[in-house]
């Protein structure tokens, strides 16, 4: 595998060389990018000898080839250790101010970071909050342990142990386990027009339709994700990933349309989208006025059941996975629904979703239970809304 061993300004930098060396005697082929400070830590020549790969910190050097991105491109693997306070921060920002940087931006293959610093600025507010939008990306983040800190001080900080981070790095759920499987996934809220003006809808964000595409494409799945209503900045995540089609849609009769005509082509087909049931028998040509005191009544129809539909007309070796947002609180009364939707959509796979006002719509985290096809629990996670997309490639992943 090609792997990417980025290595940062901190002291732990020498630990890192066990860490390339354990890769590197596993077969893989092993890219060191240092930043310009960790060498004041282990030199260019050491990551030479040891990953028997040219190693620069510049993005100058080897133009030609474009390398401030080809290493990016080429990672299957992307691991940070020791990963400093200053570059998990700089990573959340997305600032790219050297080879590492560029390379971190320009990959898509899952990353994983490892933490070393002192206690007090593992804790800071900006680092937790840094590390926190790392997660939800879907960055591994790998310690750090607790111990002794370079200044005699103890607490957690210090760098996890070479062999650990390669064991972790190594599982990392999607190390391009999904390799040119298509995917087709629906992620947002449908919006219903009233009048030119108006329109019913839900509070979807989009982000745990968009999570489960990402977490497709970065394990190296061909993606269309059918995108109705999202925030603007969870949108512009699948828009920008190289490996991503996106097709824009408003109402749920659009979203239908979309899904039956990529269907054809998907080997897994995901519906996250939170659909509107209904939507009013006639949209107003004109803003609607409003009529003295007198309420206001709406004529609605049903939408189509996309999902059943999907699910209905599947070919041989295409799998369907529904989602269904609940508000039940009791887990079993949750799961007896869960098991109804199933079997009325005839998916593969449902994830159960508990959903309210402070739960499932429109928040980074989340917590499912998957069904399977005889209404057993094959997962159940609870996490960011990226840990919960992986969860259900992995059920996806077993089933296959
Ligand atoms: O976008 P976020 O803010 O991140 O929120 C995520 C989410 C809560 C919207 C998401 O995790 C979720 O639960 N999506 C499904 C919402 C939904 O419509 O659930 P449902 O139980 O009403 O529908 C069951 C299934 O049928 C869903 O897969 C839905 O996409 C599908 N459906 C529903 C109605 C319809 N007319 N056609 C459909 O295909």
Same mark, same amino acid.
Request: hydrophobic share 45%; proline share 4%; net charge negative.
């Given at each position: 595998m090609?792997?990417?061993?980025?290595?940062?300004g901190g002291?732990?930098a020498?630990?890192s060389v066990?860490?390339?060396?354990?890769?590197?005697?596993?077969?893989?082929?092993?890219?060191?990018?240092?930043?310009?400070?960790?060498?004041?830590?282990v030199?260019l020549t050491?990551w030479?000898?040891?990953?028997r790969n040219?190693?620069?910190?510049?993005?100058?050097e080897?133009?030609a080839r474009v390398?401030h991105?080809s290493?990016?491109?080429?990672? *299957?693997?992307?691991?940070v250790?020791?990963?400093?306070?200053?570059v998990?921060a700089?990573?959340?920002?997305g600032?790219?101010?050297?080879?590492?940087g560029t390379?971190?931006l320009a990959t898509?293959?899952p990353?994983? %970071?490892?933490?070393?610093?002192?206690t007090?600025?593992?804790?800071?507010p900006?680092?937790?909050a840094?590390v926190a939008?790392?997660?939800?990306?879907?960055?591994?983040v790998?310690g750090?342990a607790?111990?002794e800190?370079t200044?005699?001080?103890?607490?957690?900080?210090?760098?996890s142990?070479?062999?650990e981070?390669?064991?972790?790095a190594l599982?990392v759920?999607?190390?391009?386990d999904l390799?040119g499987?298509?995917?087709?996934?629906s992620?947002?809220?449908?919006r219903?027009?009233l009048?030119?003006v108006?329109?019913l809808?839900?509070?979807?964000s989009?982000r745990?339709g968009?999570?489960?595409a990402l977490?497709?494409?970065?394990r190296?799945?061909?993606?269309?994700?059918?995108?109705?209503h999202?925030?603007?900045?969870?949108?512009?995540r %699948?828009?920008?990933?190289?490996r991503?089609r996106?097709?824009?849609?408003g109402t749920?009769? *659009?979203?239908q349309?979309?899904m039956?005509?990529a269907?054809s082509?998907a080997?897994?087909?995901?519906?996250a989208?939170?659909? +509107?049931?209904?939507r009013?028998?006639?949209v107003?040509?004109?803003?609607?006025?409003?009529?003295g005191? +007198?309420?206001?009544t709406?004529?609605?129809?049903?939408?189509?059941d996309?999902l059943?539909?999907?699910?209905a007309?599947?070919?041989?070796g295409?799998?369907v996975?529904?989602f269904a947002?609940e508000t039940?609180?009791d887990?079993?009364?949750?799961? *007896?629904?869960?098991?109804?939707k199933?079997?009325?959509?005839g998916v593969?796979?449902?994830v159960?979703n508990?959903v309210?006002w402070?739960?499932g719509?429109d928040?980074?985290?989340?917590?499912?239970?998957?069904?399977?096809?005889d209404?057993?629990?094959?997962a *159940?996670r609870?996490?960011t809304k990226r840990?919960? +997309?992986?969860a259900?490639?992995?059920?996806?992943?077993?089933?296959?």
């Amino acid at each position: 595998m090609f792997i990417v061993v980025g290595v940062t300004g901190g002291i732990a930098a020498y630990k890192s060389v066990h860490l390339v060396r354990r890769l590197v005697r596993a077969g893989h082929d092993v890219h060191v990018i240092p930043t310009e400070d960790s060498l004041h830590f282990v030199g260019l020549t050491t990551w030479e000898a040891i990953s028997r790969n040219p190693v620069t910190t510049s993005v100058h050097e080897d133009v030609a080839r474009v390398r401030h991105v080809s290493l990016g491109r080429s990672a *299957e693997l992307v691991v940070v250790a020791p990963a400093t306070a200053n570059v998990l921060a700089k990573m959340a920002a997305g600032l790219a101010d050297d080879l590492l940087g560029t390379t971190l931006l320009a990959t898509t293959a899952p990353v994983v %970071v490892a933490p070393a610093m002192h206690t007090e600025m593992w804790r800071h507010p900006a680092t937790v909050a840094n590390v926190a939008v790392l997660r939800e990306r879907g960055v591994t983040v790998v310690g750090p342990a607790e111990g002794e800190l370079t200044g005699g001080d103890s607490g957690p900080g210090r760098m996890s142990e070479p062999d650990e981070i390669a064991d972790a790095a190594l599982a990392v759920p999607g190390v391009h386990d999904l390799a040119g499987l298509r995917v087709l996934v629906s992620a947002g809220g449908t919006r219903e027009p009233l009048d030119p003006v108006r329109y019913l809808g839900n509070r979807s964000s989009g982000r745990q339709g968009v999570a489960v595409a990402l977490a497709a494409a970065d394990r190296g799945a061909d993606v269309t994700v059918v995108l109705a209503h999202a925030d603007t900045d969870v949108a512009d995540r %699948v828009r920008r990933h190289p490996r991503i089609r996106v097709v824009d849609v408003g109402t749920a009769e *659009e979203l239908q349309h979309a899904m039956t005509s990529a269907s054809s082509s998907a080997e897994v087909i995901v519906m996250a989208a939170a659909v +509107a049931d209904y939507r009013v028998a006639e949209v107003s040509a004109v803003k609607m006025s409003k009529k003295g005191d +007198a309420g206001l009544t709406l004529d609605l129809v049903q939408n189509p059941d996309i999902l059943a539909g999907l699910a209905a007309a599947r070919r041989d070796g295409q799998m369907v996975v529904g989602f269904a947002a609940e508000t039940e609180p009791d887990r079993e009364l949750l799961l *007896e629904r869960g098991r109804g939707k199933r079997a009325r959509k005839g998916v593969d796979l449902l994830v159960v979703n508990e959903v309210g006002w402070t739960r499932g719509f429109d928040r980074t985290d989340n917590a499912v239970v998957v069904l399977g096809p005889d209404g057993a629990v094959v997962a *159940e996670r609870q996490g960011t809304k990226r840990e919960v +997309a992986d969860a259900l490639w992995d059920a996806v992943v077993a089933r296959r």
